[in-house]
């Protein structure tokens, strides 16, 4: 694919989830790496993965997506990186208040919508 492809972080533990949402966001026409927690995502961010956004779990063992977000904001390296959460924890919303994200969706709710803000973020039509 063209540089101008848009490659898509995705931080999830559940490899079942990786997969579907893969294979959706490759139907679309986007590239994805993947990792299973937050340090394996920030060691990938910090060895030139360059991804136009990440979507993050927030409940992951190792790192979960809280430490990863505090992790993400303090390197400026990083921190101008749009993030999605995308989990399965009740109330997104109001979990992810702090958190500086470019959206929060609920696993199993309105991926339509979610596609709609990837395509955004990715600046893609």
């Avoid at 060691?43 to 063992?61: E, F, H, S, V």
């Avoid at 709710?109 to 979610?114: L, V, Y």
Wanted: one cysteine or more; aromatic letters at 4%.
């Amino acid at each position: 694919m063209p540089e101008t492809s848009a490659s898509i972080l995705l931080v999830d533990d559940n490899p079942d989830v990786l997969e579907v949402i893969g294979a959706l966001l490759q139907t679309e026409g986007y590239t994805t790496a993947t990792a299973s927690n937050g340090a394996d995502a920030l060691a990938q961010l910090r060895n030139g993965l360059k991804p136009c956004l990440i979507i993050l779990d927030l409940t992951m063992p190792v790192m979960d997506g809280w430490e990863f977000r505090a992790e993400q904001l303090a390197d400026p390296a990083l921190c101008n990186i749009p993030t999605i959460v995308y989990s399965a924890v009740g109330a997104v919303q109001e979990a992810v208040g702090s958190m500086r994200v470019a959206g929060a969706f609920e696993k199993g709710g309105d991926f339509t919508a979610m596609l709609r803000l990837v395509a955004d973020l990715c600046q893609r039509p």
